[in-house]
């Protein structure tokens, strides 16, 4: 397997929807070669970091004043 | 002793179909409980396509309106949250244009660039290379990154990866294939780990 099969096949091998092969293959690429390695690493941690952390947070204050406002229009029937 | 559990999900009704329900039947209240259930989800998704507080403010008040109005035609051959989602978006894409009069704004602007479709950064990140940076910088890092993708492949990375929808449920709330889904959030991915790499790379801790 070559550097571009492999990242042609990174989503799937991240997403777990590789077959039992396949995955064999790619584990075998792995063993060879640490660019590839790095690349499924960070790529994981990138989703994982925007996963865990809050960047647009909604602050109480708004979300309850925003609730309220849905909320009023909802009970007059829009 | 053991029991049996059913599994998960599938066969048993979705919650909100419960809840979609009772609001049909006049139940006001039980509307008050999904637009809670959603509410930072939708302000969210509304913030990373406008990328403008106040339109994602009148975003999640619009889309929450217009899916309370629209809920006879809610199907529920999807879940309300993807249906919920979906009205997010549009009204999302509507607030952009009406800022940017004249352009065209959709899903597919700027997504034919290849810029990080092959990988160039190979340094390995230092370990939780997070932690290297206070909250609000990280913050800072997380939100200038993601800025700076085109509209086509953040809209998709933020609803697969960060959202948490299926490549299907992704495709059919933005009308793409699955393909183009799939394409896009390679290409997502491996932009944002190009530019994260920047701050992460291990040979780069201490420096910010």
């Known amino acids: 397997m070559t550097c571009s099969q492999f990242l042609a096949l990174l989503d799937d091998l991240i997403d777990d929807s590789v077959t039992p092969e396949l995955r064999a293959g790619l584990q075998q690429h792995l063993r060879g070669c640490e660019h590839c390695e790095v690349i499924l690493n960070t790529t994981r941690k990138t989703i994982e970091i925007y996963r865990s952390h809050e960047i647009y947070d909604l602050p109480a204050g708004l979300r309850e004043r925003l609730h309220a406002a849905i909320m009023a229009r909802c009970k007059k029937g829009c | 002793m053991a029991t049996i559990q059913p599994i998960a999900g599938e066969l048993e009704p979705h919650p909100d179909v419960a809840l979609v329900d009772r609001v049909r039947g006049g139940d006001v209240s039980a509307y008050d409980e999904l637009v809670r259930k959603y509410d930072r989800q939708i302000f969210r998704i509304a913030q990373h396509i406008t990328q403008n507080r ?39 894409l509507m607030r952009l244009r009406k800022r940017r009069t004249g352009r065209m704004v959709s899903i597919d602007e700027d997504v034919e660039t290849e810029e990080g479709s092959v990988p160039r950064d190979l340094a390995d990140w230092a370990p939780d290379p997070e932690q290297n940076y206070n909250q609000a910088e990280l913050a800072e890092i997380l939100r200038k990154t993601i800025q700076g993708l085109p509209q086509g492949f953040r809209i998709v990375f933020v609803l697969r990866d960060v959202e948490g929808l299926s490549t299907e449920e992704t495709a059919e709330t933005l009308g793409l294939s699955i393909p183009a889904v799939k394409s896009r959030l390679l290409r997502a991915r491996l932009q944002l780990r190009e530019r994260l790499s920047r701050y992460f790379r291990r040979n780069k801790v201490g420096e910010k």
């Open chain 2, 54 to 92: 106040e339109d994602a403010e009148d975003v999640m008040q619009d889309a929450f309106l217009k899916a309370y109005e629209k809920l006879d035609q809610f199907q529920g051959n999807s879940k309300f949250y993807t249906w919920l989602v979906r009205i997010a978006v549009n009204e999302s």
